[in-house]
DNA sequence: ACGTTATATATGGTATTTGATATATATTGT
DNA sequence: ACAATATATATCAAATACCATATATAACGT
């Protein structure tokens, strides 16, 4: 990733932004998940994760039928650093505090990392 | 300033993040040191300062003829975070770093704190 | 090969953002 | 009161982003 306007664009809408912020929490989720926690359709939230991939922000990995979405390893070090210090600034805020606990109330996750 | 997408949008436009990352070095700039920097017209530039004050994340002080534009002081801490962040990650690229060296070089600078 | 599940893409209508240009406001000095 | 300077606002066309809905793809099990 190297533009800064996509980046920030990418941020600067609500969907994409609660997505980042459970990425930041979680290290890798499916797009069920996603539709989930966000309580959003799936084309919706499909189409928002094809974005954040477009540019560079997000790298996705598929397994059989689902398709996993994690933060991207390549990502420039100063961008995860405005994703980590967002994240702790808001995390306690709706909508992204709801999201959280959606998503660890959900039945039957995927690959399911146990949330500490 | 309360509502990310508004922040977030804000800093989506390079007009409006170069004016920030000018900010964040210099303290305190007044809109002629901005158009000098930038190397933009007068109205485009005044425009993205008010679309940046009205989102609450610069603060305007007239002095005469002149308006003083700073980092609003009451910005929530992690927005402020973020811009030092991304500040530190790109201000050696163009056009961020031209556009210091562009006012350092400014011949008659309003009120000029040196650029150490 | 067929159905099912998970996910992706396409479409169209509407709203928002942008850049360029013109005009207005506010302050100072005379 | 007038001119000059610094800055702000208004306007309009073009581009972009958004949401909802419909449709397509890809992998799996039978």
Redesign the interface.
């Given at each position: 990733m190297i533009e800064?306007?996509i980046f920030?664009?990418a941020?600067?809408?609500?969907v994409r932004?609660r997505c980042l912020m459970l990425l930041v929490e979680e290290e890798e989720l499916c797009v069920c998940e996603f539709t989930h926690a966000l309580g959003l359709a799936q084309p919706a939230v499909s189409r928002h994760l094809a974005l954040l991939r477009e540019a560079g922000i997000v790298l996705d990995r598929r397994e059989g039928l689902w398709i996993h979405y994690r933060l991207h390893p390549d990502m420039?070090?100063?961008?995860l650093?405005?994703l980590q210090?967002?994240a702790?600034?808001?995390v306690g805020l709706s909508p992204f505090q709801d999201d959280l606990k959606v998503l660890e109330d959900m039945p039957n996750r995927p690959g399911a990392p146990r949330c500490a």
């Amino acid at each position: 990733m190297i533009e800064t306007n996509i980046f920030f664009s990418a941020l600067s809408n609500d969907v994409r932004l609660r997505c980042l912020m459970l990425l930041v929490e979680e290290e890798e989720l499916c797009v069920c998940e996603f539709t989930h926690a966000l309580g959003l359709a799936q084309p919706a939230v499909s189409r928002h994760l094809a974005l954040l991939r477009e540019a560079g922000i997000v790298l996705d990995r598929r397994e059989g039928l689902w398709i996993h979405y994690r933060l991207h390893p390549d990502m420039p070090q100063w961008a995860l650093e405005v994703l980590q210090v967002t994240a702790q600034g808001i995390v306690g805020l709706s909508p992204f505090q709801d999201d959280l606990k959606v998503l660890e109330d959900m039945p039957n996750r995927p690959g399911a990392p146990r949330c500490a």
